[in-house]
């Protein structure tokens, strides 16, 4: 997997959008990055992935640099329920397996 | 919307003793995963389980761990002689195919505490 960076924690005012940025500047040309997150100790939750272009579902923006090096997951509006550990991972490889580093503590607050 | 689903949801269990840990992967997926996490630390990968056997394996996972899959719809973790520090979380997945490799569902956790 490429090693990716991500800032400890962050907070972001209720009903704001949420940036959260990641550096992957090791990346190579077919190895997507893929964003999850983790409620309190509930199971790991996929949000988004994307490989070049950027990418927006329900819950989620996913914007990636030109270089690839680096990503930015935006939450549009973010909710108290949003309050989570972010991971971006870019697994190599097309086993499944995940390698989950300490991820951003993003606490949403009213 | 499918859902992996785990059962126990909390055990406790004496050191030394068996536990299984068991699993009902999204029905048409293919490739099964444990995790663990430990209280505190990191989402680490345990195993990886497709087409009956052991696709992969992490360090964490040694002759004490197995895994099963004992008929069409579970998926099971064995440890055969629990220490203190299995105490963990552990987080059963499924992927339905490598083409979406990455999108893992995963289920809610078993917390194993060992005493």
């Known amino acids: 997997d490429a090693k990716t960076t991500q800032p400890t924690s962050m907070d972001c005012a209720e009903g704001r959008a949420a940036n959260l940025p990641c550096n992957h500047s090791t990346i190579s040309g077919n190895e997507y990055v893929y964003w999850y997150r983790q409620i309190h100790s509930q199971g790991p939750q996929y949000i988004i992935h994307?490989?070049?272009n950027n990418e927006t579902n329900e819950m989620a923006s996913l914007i990636i640099t030109e270089d690839r090096k680096s990503s930015t997951l935006i939450l549009p509006h973010a909710t108290l329920r949003d309050t989570a550990v972010y991971y971006c991972i870019a697994p190599s490889g097309n086993t499944g397996k995940l390698i989950f580093g300490q991820g951003t503590t993003l606490q949403v607050k009213p | 919307e499918p859902e992996v689903t785990q059962t126990p949801s909390h055990q406790v269990t004496q050191m030394g003793q068996e536990v299984i840990l068991r699993c009902v992967p999204i029905s048409n997926h293919l490739y099964f995963y444990w995790y663990r996490q430990i209280l505190g630390q990191k989402v680490e990968f345990l195993v990886s389980f497709y087409n009956n056997e052991i696709s992969e394996k992490s360090e964490i996972f040694d002759d004490q761990f197995s895994v099963e899959r004992p008929d069409g719809s579970n998926f099971t973790l064995k440890i055969r002689s629990t220490k203190l520090e299995d105490s963990a979380m552990y987080f059963c997945?499924?992927?339905?195919?490598?083409?979406?490799?990455?999108?893992?569902?995963f289920g809610e956790g078993s917390r194993l505490t060992v005493l």
């Open positions: 997945a499924s992927l339905i195919d490598r083409a979406n490799t990455g999108e893992l569902f």
């Open positions: 994307g490989l070049k």
